[in-house]
């Protein structure tokens, strides 16, 4: 018998366009999604028909952080830099321009931003006030993907050039190139407890690269995970599963420990997507939520079979 089963809960509508990006609101249950319509949308699991608009950008929506602790959503507007959304009025709090190029993931600590565009620019971006403190190209190609990494002061970026920059959280310096894959590198994430660094491709393999500490990235595996590129990767909060999505359609549920296969989330199996998945969020162990350009946003529930 298969360790988990999936089952499709809900999908919820509404979005005009491809939907791009999802983030975790500050309610129980809550999240955010937005996409190529330029929509911010506002949900429940607990109220599915009840989504509500957010925020409207002149433009595609590819990143959205949440912080916490300012109860604020960061929405990256392509070609138009920042607003932050107060989440308690419901309305802009601030804004900044950066420049014209697409802004693909906006990651957050110390009271900072990091933010990478398409132009491979590194944009570091103080709260408050809100400024730039950094600005720096680090690549002819789009950064598609960053992640923190405090204990090691240090961040990694994923490129469109094939490598993952290892970049000093102090002062920017570079600290390690990794020619990372074939082709783009989309996602990354790090394993709880920081053990491993994954890496997805527009090349379909889904890497893993050790991280000990005080010592450089090594990879230790490859595996062809899916059919076409990787769009993210996500590990669940309890660190049990992670779960990998595709342009193939798929949604792959894996063993965290083990890097077995353990579910294909497919249209044909699950009643999944018909398109392109590009988003992943994970709202406890047992609740995963998807993205993709068909419009929808999709909720599963991961059944454990002990």
């Not at 491709?201 to 010592?215: F, T, V």
């Not at 230790?220 to 359609?249: Q, W």
Request: charged share 25%.
């Amino acid at each position: 018998m298969s360790p988990v089963t999936i089952k499709k809960q809900q999908s919820f509508t509404g979005h005009k366009d491809c939907v791009y990006t999802l983030e975790r609101g500050p309610e129980t249950g809550s999240f955010y999604s937005a996409g190529a319509d330029g929509l911010v949308a506002e949900w429940n699991l607990s109220r599915p028909d009840e989504g509500k608009l957010l925020a409207q950008a002149n433009t595609s929506v590819y990143a959205l952080k949440f912080l916490e602790e300012e109860n604020l959503l960061v929405v990256g507007q392509n070609f138009d830099g920042i607003r932050l959304i107060n989440l308690k009025s419901r309305k802009e709090q601030g804004s900044l321009k950066l420049n014209q190029a697409a802004i693909f993931t906006i990651e957050a600590y110390n009271n900072k931003l990091y933010i990478g565009s398409g132009d491979g620019t590194l944009w570091v971006v103080s709260l408050n006030p809100l400024r730039i403190i950094h600005q720096e190209k680090i690549s002819e190609k789009s950064i598609r993907a960053i992640r923190i990494f405090p204990e090691k002061a240090e961040f990694v970026a994923g490129l469109s050039d094939n490598t993952i920059k290892v970049i000093d959280l102090n002062n920017y310096t570079l600290k390690q190139v990794i020619e990372a894959h074939k082709n783009s590198v989309f996602t990354l994430t790090y394993s709880p407890g920081n053990q491993y660094l994954l890496s997805g491709s527009r090349d379909a393999h889904l890497n893993i690269w050790s991280n000990k500490e005080g010592g450089a990235y090594r990879k230790l595996d490859g595996i062809v995970a899916h059919m076409y590129t990787i769009n993210h990767i996500e590990y669940s909060p309890e660190g049990r599963f992670f779960a990998s999505c595709s342009m193939d359609k798929s949604i792959k549920l894996w063993d965290a420990s083990s890097f077995r296969l353990l579910k294909v989330i497919d249209r044909a199996r699950h009643a999944g997507h018909g398109t392109s998945v590009n988003r992943l969020l994970w709202m406890d162990e047992q609740t995963l939520i998807s993205a993709s350009d068909d419009r929808t946003v999709s909720v599963w529930e991961i059944e454990i079979n002990e």
